[in-house]
């Protein structure tokens, strides 16, 4: 079967459209085994009355090719932007039986579940996940037929089904070990995979677009070059990246900037090719190592300290040692930039949304406010300089991110298996989404440690444009 994506940006031109040139021709199981799956009529009934207040209708297909609508607006005419097909049964009871609200996810982590057409329009479903919940006495006569359905498959074997993506280490206390150990369940995936769809820096973090139709990779660049301005760097100024990833940062301000840029990182595969990049570019004034950030000695040891996409990590209830950790590091009148992604309610609270990333990526991901996080800054002794607002950026770069991957998934899966492919291609797509709708954000916030006298900054923002 193929799959064809068509991915529309709603942020004007955008980057790159992912439609034939993301065409991928996925088999799940022998014809042999399709043809043996039982309750197709089950199967259509079971689901009409799971998407029955669904608020519009939704194209649905069964491993037999059978094709029907659901939802409330069944019976109206015009074309469906996708299509869900349902390749095997399991799909169908699980998303009944199961009491996992992403079990509609694992379905098509799995195979079991596919998305024939406009892959971003899908993913809308997670807004509507709510209404799938029937009433207990309809609930109790759909999960009687949901049983007999998964009896009739019993003895179906799935020879070909896909591998179920790993679950993330379930993070307590954001310790040193937990944080460890979530790094490397993320980052260390390959960094031939991450290279199929980054750009030629591999910066994996929210670029900086003039316009909506730059190249990602000079949007990348014009990232680096706009943390450095804020940051107002000097020759001969020492420089410290929280969460340095593959070094980009550090080698772009050693190199433009003349700074002595030091870089740290968790994940053991980001350290080898921050390293070998450095000396492929005959750099004297740049390292990096593997440390923890609290684990770095000393104090006012840094004129210019910057966290780009690292912060996330920390966990809300380490904030406080997060932010005090920098300013001890940080020397009187020095700058600090964090780069970091808010969320549009208080806290992390339980959601569907959070327990996806915390299960399949982020496992130990919390997002707070941008409010509060200035008052985390506040509280220790930071005074704020500026606050930028860049959602729209990451949006467009997700956009980018995702049709490059999709381009690539042949050499992808030569990397990963296809479990995981998709649980990026859905993560990054659903990210997207939630940039663009306002859900999450993201925020560069400029903050010198707080001194008597002026701040060590230019009168206006003019040397950031000129």
Not at 27 to 38: Q, V
Not at 444 to 449: C, E, F, R
Request: glycine share 6%; aromatic share 10%.
């Amino acid at each position: 079967m193929t799959n064809q994506m068509h991915v529309e940006s709603s942020l004007g031109k955008g980057p790159p459209q992912a439609a034939s040139a993301a065409s991928v021709s996925i088999t799940t199981g022998s014809e042999n085994a399709l043809a043996r799956f039982r309750g197709s009529a089950q199967a259509r009934e079971l689901l009409t009355r799971l998407f029955r207040r669904y608020p519009g209708s939704l194209n649905l297909r069964l491993w037999n090719g059978a094709a029907f609508r659901v939802g409330a607006s069944a019976g109206a005419g015009g074309e469906a932007a996708f299509t869900l097909v349902f390749r095997r049964p399991e799909a169908v009871w699980s998303a009944v039986l199961g009491r996992d609200p992403l079990a509609l996810a694992d379905a098509y982590f799995r195979g079991d579940l596919d998305i024939e057409g406009d892959f971003f329009a899908a993913l809308s479903l997670k807004d509507h996940l709510d209404v799938l919940q029937m009433p207990a006495g309809e609930k109790l006569v759909a999960a009687f037929k949901a049983l007999q359905l998964k009896m009739s498959n019993a003895a179906v074997h799935h020879p070909d089904a896909f591998i179920t993506p790993s679950h993330a280490p379930r993070i307590k206390v954001h310790s040193k070990a937990e944080n460890r150990e979530a790094i490397r369940f993320h980052y260390d995936v390959s960094n031939e995979f991450y290279a199929l769809w980054l750009d030629s820096a591999m910066v994996y973090s929210c670029a900086y677009f003039e316009t909506p139709d730059v190249d990602l990779d000079a949007a990348q660049q014009a990232k680096l070059e706009h943390i450095c301005r804020k940051l107002s760097l000097e020759p001969g100024e020492s420089f410290l990246d929280i969460g340095c990833g593959w070094g980009a940062l550090v080698i772009y301000a050693a190199k433009h900037y003349g700074v002595r840029a030091h870089g740290v990182t968790l994940s053991p595969r980001q350290l080898k090719v921050a390293r070998e990049r450095i000396e492929q570019a005959g750099l004297k004034n740049a390292t990096v190592e593997l440390l923890d950030y609290r684990d770095l000695p000393g104090e006012s040891v840094y004129d210019k300290i910057a966290s780009v996409g690292m912060f996330e990590h920390v966990g809300l209830a380490n904030l406080p040692v997060y932010f005090s950790t920098v300013h001890r590091l940080l020397k009187p009148r020095g700058l600090f930039l964090n780069h970091g992604i808010t969320h549009d309610s208080e806290g992390w609270e339980p959601s569907l949304s959070t327990e996806f990333i915390n299960r399949y990526v982020f496992p130990d991901g919390q997002l707070d406010t941008i409010g509060n996080i200035q008052r985390f800054m506040e509280r220790s002794k930071f005074e704020i300089a500026d606050v930028e607002a860049l959602r729209p950026h990451y949006a467009i770069t997700l956009r980018h991110w995702v049709a490059r991957l999709e381009r690539n998934r042949a050499r992808a899966l030569c990397h990963v298996n296809e479990a995981t492919y998709r649980v990026w291609r859905l993560y990054m797509a659903a990210s997207a989404l939630q940039f663009e709708s306002g859900e999450i954000g993201i925020y560069q916030v400029l903050a010198n440690k707080r001194t008597a006298g002026v701040p060590n900054l230019p009168l206006t923002r003019r040397h950031l444009y000129s």
